[in-house]
């Protein structure tokens, strides 16, 4: 599920400090992100490259998107959690609470708090803007620093997220629709039909 994880990271207009960031996230309904996402592991030496797009809603619902390298859909209504490889006609189900993560909770699924999730550690000052670098305060199996990277004006560039085995995500954002109106079905767990159905 760690492909999961690596896209548990919402784009937003970044504020100067973590409260106002946090009150920006509580104001978010809804949002679709176009994304590319590159993870390296430190036993490989070309990083892995993806695409797609994401969808999230507050309550925890969200949709991904992969197109590239292959299609995948991950989908979760809030309850259940699905991912579905087309190549392989294999969906995987499985329930929220076995993949929860505190951080994914406060920067993906917007049921947390980020005061109560993450400590604002520092700032890098640079010539395309800022980045600043949180550091989860909550146990999590997962993640051990978060660098958000956003432009002079506010706005976010990309996310790099240090996993503690040593694996390096970094998300860039290519375009965002803040508080869409998400279509009858976005967010439904459903397994297509002819579909060999995997689960924990």
Same mark, same amino acid.
């Given at each position: ?21 946090? !009150? ?28 797609? @797009? =994401? ?37 995987? @189900?499985?329930? @929220? ?75 860039? =954002? ?16 459903? @397994? ?6 995997? !689960?924990?």
């Amino acid at each position: 599920m760690k492909f999961v994880l690596a896209l548990l990271l919402l784009d937003c207009v970044f504020a100067q400090t973590l409260e106002e960031f946090q !009150r920006k996230l509580e104001e978010l309904r809804s949002i679709k992100v176009v994304f590319s996402q590159s993870v390296q592991y430190p036993w490989q030496s070309r990083p892995e490259t993806s695409k797609g @797009v =994401f969808y999230a809603q507050k309550g925890g619902k969200f949709r991904i998107e992969y197109e590239q390298p292959e299609k995948t859909l991950i989908v979760s209504d809030g309850f259940q959690i699905m991912v579905y490889s087309p190549k392989d006609r294999t969906a995987f @189900v499985d329930r @929220v609470e076995r993949n929860s993560s505190p951080v994914v909770e406060a920067l993906f699924l917007l049921s947390r708090p980020l005061s109560e999730v993450f400590d604002l550690v520092g700032e890098i000052e640079g010539t395309r803007g800022k980045a600043f670098i949180l550091k989860p305060k909550v146990k999590d199996g997962h993640f051990s620093k978060v660098f958000v990277e956003v432009s002079p004006k506010g706005d976010i560039r990309s996310v790099k997220v240090e996993e503690r085995e040593g694996i390096v995500t970094t998300v860039k =954002f290519a375009s965002v629709v803040y508080n869409f109106n998400p279509s009858e079905g976005l967010f439904r767990v459903r @397994v297509p039909e002819g579909a060999k159905i995997l !689960r924990p």
